[in-house]
């Protein structure tokens, strides 16, 4: 079983359920040994090299419509602060297809910036003027959330619906992530790593949430018609 997570502050709840869960600590270690960013680990699952993960949605499309997919995702709550165009010369982020793809369908033109590098930016920024939230631009434009990554699987589809559904129970129904406490010694090593403060971390994490329902999948059926629309094809093994 080899499963690939996103190395970003915003699964650290995901995290910390893991290390709650009710299972052998070797299931936990490869639940945590393969981590790199969103466009890695679409490669590694487009080439089977993992049998599962939090994958970027334009890399997922083909597993949502074949149902691999689970009910959890990283879902933007109307802003997420991590994922950016800046006013400057155009530029694509190597970390983030999804992110890429998104910046073509709301039309802007900038560099595309994510992940914990983006989180640093926006945190250090004076002129916050200048940068554009996607997630805002998206639920201005559609009213609804932006579904990030989706977590889906090649294998063990059973395993890691039932890991899934214990997640959403975890954490609780329209609670966002309110069903599980993230305590100061595990937070504070990404806020160091990122250079943030702990009080900003938190606000950070509240605006993501993980589970997938009816809105979401209409937010993902509306992102999926758009890259239709303009021909903006999903990344494939060759």
Request: glycine share 6%; hydrophobic share 40%; net charge positive.
């Amino acid at each position: 079983m080899r499963f690939g997570k996103i190395e970003y502050l915003n699964l650290l709840t995901f995290d910390v359920f893991i290390k709650q869960y009710k299972t052998t600590s070797s299931l936990k270690s490869i639940l945590n040994l393969k981590k790199s960013y969103p466009s890695k680990l679409n490669k590694e699952f487009l080439f089977n090299r993992i049998d599962a993960g939090f994958i970027s949605s334009i890399a997922g499309i083909n597993s949502y419509y074949k149902a691999k997919t689970c009910k959890a995702g990283i879902i933007a709550d109307k802003e997420v602060w991590s994922v950016l165009v800046l006013d400057s010369m155009p530029m694509l982020d190597y970390q983030s297809a999804t992110s890429n793809a998104l910046c073509s369908v709301l039309g802007l033109n900038g560099a595309v910036l994510i992940g914990d590098r983006a989180l640093k930016y926006y945190y250090d920024s004076s002129c916050k003027g200048k940068i554009i939230d996607m997630a805002q631009l998206w639920y201005k434009k559609t009213r609804l959330p932006f579904v990030f990554g989706i977590l889906c699987f090649n294998k063990y589809g059973d395993f890691y619906k039932e890991l899934i559904y214990s997640f959403n129970k975890k954490i609780g129904k329209n609670k966002k992530y309110k069903g599980i406490k993230i305590p100061h010694y595990i937070i504070m090593p990404y806020v160091i790593h990122i250079g943030i403060s702990k009080k900003f971390a938190y606000e950070y994490l509240k605006r993501i949430y993980y589970t997938i329902g009816t809105k979401e999948n209409v937010a993902l059926l509306r992102f999926y018609r758009e890259l239709r629309l303009r021909n903006i094809k999903p990344p494939k093994r060759f």
